[in-house]
């Protein structure tokens, strides 16, 4: 009965397309939403036949899928739209070589968004590197999609992207499997001077080559299945675009409204052919787009030139909110007060609840770290701490109020730097987690080494990338598929810049890594403390059986309240006038003991 | 019309277990099935909901405001956060330690028609493992009138996606939250 029916997520849903597409190699960056497709894919195939990577970020990720590609084997990488920013010098360059084997870009965007520092539309990256833009509505056609974009890429020789947003990547569907295909495996690299020795004698031809791509990638798109138009015998019509087409029928179906609707999945380019049809049936058209008002514009420009008498309604004339994500809610608002009926939904109200705010787990050593650092920086004048990202951006948060600024990949140092060469003259420190230095920090660090800026750089190395669930880094010494690798060497690496003051410290022993910390603060110069230790959330995991019969309890608690507003682990908490420790959150990593001032905190042993 | 359904609690209550269940439930009964899951801060103690869908005339995993027919917690705060997603005669199910705090039951009573407290503590308090919490609570769930899958489904669910040998105690708990009195408050 549900022979190959499964319920998968959407990024699982991808992740077996790409099987049954027969890639040869799929790289990946990790960021939310689309971290579990690379994580699947090792899954599904137990890496064998697909060369699977965690690449050190997502320019590598795109350049080492480009080059299979190039060498004619299916490749798919995937990354959060914000990857895509990083990846897109490459991206344009690769549009302008074409492809061979098929290359295939998943990126997830977000636009509420719940996990990223901007809310950036892909599309716009489409648009600016000439290369279709599929967006499937469902896990189904997330799958399917996969399968068709491979054929797409090799058919027009470009690479071509696939927008999902959160709603499609962690939402399970059922999905209908099909065979996996065994990879393609018969590598050669043909060369073909004019066409990849990008300069500006040929690329003024390579040029003209991708335009007129884009022009038969519209036509093919216009007569292709990815696009429906429904007609409901009304004079109201809708442009759905990507995933909103659900908050669409469904918006529809709870106001009991008939539309005509185009499903649109094709999102760059848009067919030109497909919405002359739908201004052909429509009185005034409704577009519902996740982000940026792109169709929108386009069919304003394709109205007008057919002369179109209708309204265009949408982003830009104020109908549909500009910011956050979609929902039923808010399309059939926009449906209601465009067609003047009563909104059904504008009586409800929302509970007013408390926002849970995300704290460092308990036993982080990022917050043994932040602890220290803070210590030796409260006694200066003044200080500057610029954060990155990573967990450790979660100690903005208060009480910790750890840093003072933090906002893309790598940016710490550069800012930091910044500060410095327009004359602040507090102390500047940049805080950047392991695999956020290797991903960018070290060109940073490289920039600062070579003009002698007098800074401190905190290295928080966890071994992992744990923000977006612990895949491994240049420095884990493990790859995607759980095989040894080589590690990256920080140490070796910074002193072989020429850092004249480098001083690795465990987090979890205070008094060693203060003195390490405050040595940087106060050298003349470019400083780097290399805070090391493993993230909790994967040592609580390996806890040494004896140390399951430690225990740390508090006796004597005067309440100075010293832990709980500088150090805030969560397994701390106070009740009857006095700290405890909450036994089942704690990880016994005994660094509140050392944070008492008055030695309130001791470790036990079964016999107490 | 379809069945909506809402699972909401805290990280490590087991919600998206749960939404896993009941969706391989229905799909092993042969009906549509759709889920939306969000677990932003599950590994820090965060909220988790999880929506589902089941019926072939919904199209977003995400379930519209004022559209849901059941809603369980394992809270009661994360009770209270969704209420807007509720049908009038939605019938609600919220887990709570007896010594409960009276102005949040007093506020769920006040705004829910078919409320149900019950204390899947005291529930599995045979077994010893509060793990199996979750089993008990889908055992509960499915003796509901208006619960559109079927428990001998639903049981199977459960316990193939659980390791051989977690499988007695759960099987235990959850016909423990079948057997378990409707406690109307
Ligand atoms: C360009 C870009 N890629 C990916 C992400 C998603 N992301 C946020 S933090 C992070 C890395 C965190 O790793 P690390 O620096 O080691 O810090 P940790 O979380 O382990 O403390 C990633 C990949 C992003 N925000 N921007």
């Known amino acids: 009965m549900n022979l190959g029916r499964k319920i998968l997520t959407g990024n699982e ?50 350049e080492v899928a480009a080059g299979a590609s190039y060498a004619g084997v299916r490749a798919l ?94 939402s399970i569907f059922i999905v209908k499997l099909g065979k996996k295909l065994k990879p393609f495996r018969n590598p050669k690299f043909i060369k073909d001077p004019d066409r990849y020795v990008c300069m500006p004698h040929n690329t003024k031809m390579l040029h003209d080559q991708l335009n007129q791509k884009e022009e038969k990638i519209s036509v093919f798109f216009a007569a292709s299945k990815f696009n429906k138009l429904e007609l409901d015998n009304a004079k109201f019509s809708i442009l759905a675009s990507g995933f909103s087409y659900n908050y669409v029928k469904d918006a529809l179906n709870i106001l009991g409204l008939k539309a005509n609707v185009l499903k649109l999945l094709t999102t760059n380019p848009i067919p030109e052919q497909t919405i002359n049809k739908l201004i052909s049936v429509s009185e005034n058209i409704l577009v519902v787009e996740e982000l940026e008002p792109i169709a929108e514009g386009f069919l304003s420009v394709v109205a007008q030139k057919r002369g179109f008498k209708g309204k265009i309604l949408g982003k830009l004339t104020k109908h549909i909110p500009r910011v956050g994500e979609l929902n039923a809610q808010i399309v059939a608002g926009a449906i209601c007060s465009i067609n003047g009926k009563k909104n059904p939904f504008s009586k409800i109200k929302i509970p007013k609840m408390p926002r849970t705010v995300p704290s460092l787990c308990a036993g982080c050593p990022h917050r043994s770290s932040y602890y220290v650092l803070h210590k030796v920086l409260r006694k200066l004048k003044g200080y500057n701490a610029i954060g990155d990202r990573g967990c450790y951006n979660v100690g903005a ?58 800074m401190t750089v905190l290295i928080l190395d966890n071994d992992y990338t744990s923000m977006t669930g612990h895949q491994p880094n240049p420095g884990t010494g493990f790859d995607a598929c759980g095989r040894k690798v080589n590690i990256i060497n920080i140490e070796k690496l910074v002193k072989s810049l020429g850092v004249k003051y480098y001083r690795r410290a465990d987090p979890y022993s205070l008094k060693a890594a203060e003195k390490a910390v405050k040595g940087a603060i106060e050298f003349k110069g470019l400083s780097v403390v290399h805070m090391k230790r493993e993230c909790a959330l994967v040592s609580q995991k390996k806890i040494n059986p004896q140390d399951k019969d430690i225990k740390y309890i508090v006796k004597g608690c005067r309440l100075c309240m010293h832990c709980i507003n500088t150090f805030a682990c969560p397994a701390l908490y106070v009740e009857n006038g006095t700290v405890k420790i909450s036994q089942w959150k704690c990880i016994k990593c005994g660094v509140c003991a050392q944070v008492c001032p008055f030695d309130a905190i001791k470790r036990m042993n079964k016999a107490w | 019309m379809d069945y909506n359904i809402i699972i909401s609690g805290l990280g490590g209550d087991g919600v998206i277990f749960l939404s896993k269940v009941i969706t391989s439930a ?124 079927k428990s001998s489904i639903c049981k199977d669910a459960l316990l193939m996606v659980l390791p051989k040998e977690k499988r007695g105690i759960n099987d235990a708990a959850f016909e423990l939250g079948r057997r378990a009195k409707r406690q109307k408050i």
């Open chain 1, 397 to 454: 948060h208060p009480p910790l109020r750890a840093i003072d600024a933090c906002l893309c990949m790598g940016a710490s140092i550069g800012i930091g730097y910044g500060l410095v060469a327009a004359g602040v003259k507090e102390k500047t420190v940049a805080v950047i987690g392991d695999s956020t230095f290797f991903h960018s920090g070290i060109t940073a660090l490289i920039n600062a080494v070579q003009h002698g800026i007098n």
């Open chain 1, 77 to 170: 990488c995937s990354m959060k739209h914000l990857g895509l920013n990083t990846a897109l010098d490459s991206l344009s360059v690769i549009a302008y070589t074409g492809v061979n084997g098929g290359l295939v870009l998943i990126i997830g965007d977000d636009p509420e968004p719940t996990s990223s520092q901007t809310a950036v539309d892909t599309r716009y990256h489409a648009i600016l590197s000439k290369v279709p833009c599929l967006e499937p509505a469902n896990g189904q056609e997330a799958k399917d999609f996969v399968l068709e974009a491979f054929e797409l890429s090799e058919k027009f020789k470009v690479p071509v992207i696939i927008r999902i947003t959160p709603m499609i990547a962690h």
């Open chain 1, 13 to 62: 849903a991808i992740a077996h397309g790409a099987l049954e597409a027969g890639i040869g190699v799929a790289t990946s960056y990790p960021g939310t939403p689309v971290s579990e497709v690379l994580k699947n894919i090792c899954v599904y195939s137990k890496c064998v036949g697909v060369r699977a990577e965690w690449s050190v970020n997502e320019k590598m990720a795109l």
């Open chain 2, 26 to 149: 229905a799909l092993n009964q042969g009906v549509e099935v759709k889920c939306y899951q969000n677990h932003g801060h599950a590994k820090r103690g965060g909220s988790v909901v999880a929506h589902i869908r089941i019926g072939k005339n919904s199209f977003s995993p995400m379930i519209p405001f004022a559209t849901a027919d059941l809603l369980f917690s394992f809270e009661i705060n994360e009770g209270a956060r969704y209420l807007h997603f509720l049908k009038d005669e939605a019938m609600v199910v919220v887990h709570h330690d007896r010594g409960a705090d009276s102005a949040q039951i007093a506020h769920l009573k006040s705004s829910i028609n078919n409320l149900s407290i019950i204390d899947l503590t005291d529930i599995i308090k045979s077994i010893d493992d509060p793990n199996t919490r979750n089993s008990a609570m889908l055992g509960f769930i499915i003796t509901l009138d208006c619960f559109p899958l």
